[in-house]
């Protein structure tokens, strides 16, 4: 009986796991059929990192404006003042396992941050960075 608990207590902390490389697969599979790829984890923490003026107040903004250099922190809306958990899947499973949340997330933050929607190689190149945080 023990030994039945300590399997479905491992199979419980690996389904997060599995689901964000199921997500994280299927989406870069999906950029890669438009054309980007391969993708590259250094491109995608430059990209985090990289300041995009905004067009209607001229102030600076990266990914780190909200989410904070240290990924595995909660960050903080910086209009809004929510908080957003931490990006990192190492310390919160619950990201990037959802396909339809990636994608709308892409389009908010993208938006906001880049005055954009990010492209297909942007969004692969992201994925590959925040995925082994």
Not at 93 to 100: A, C, F, I, M, N
């Amino acid at each position: 009986m023990k030994r039945k608990l300590i399997v479905v207590t491992a199979l419980m902390f690996a389904m997060p796991l599995y689901a964000q490389a199921d997500a994280v697969s299927e989406l870069q599979a999906d950029y890669q059929a438009k054309g980007a790829g391969p993708f590259s984890a250094a491109a995608g923490e430059a990209l985090w990192n990289k300041p995009f003026k905004n067009a209607k107040s001229g102030k600076e903004r990266n990914c780190t404006t909200c989410h904070t250099a240290d990924l595995t922190q909660s960050g903080k809306h910086v209009r809004t003042g929510k908080v957003i958990e931490p990006m990192a899947p190492s310390v919160n499973p619950k990201r990037l396992t959802e396909v339809k949340k990636i994608k709308k997330w892409f389009v908010r933050n993208c938006k906001w941050t880049l005055g954009r929607e990010c492209t297909a190689q942007e969004k692969g190149d992201l994925l590959a960075f925040l995925k082994n945080l």
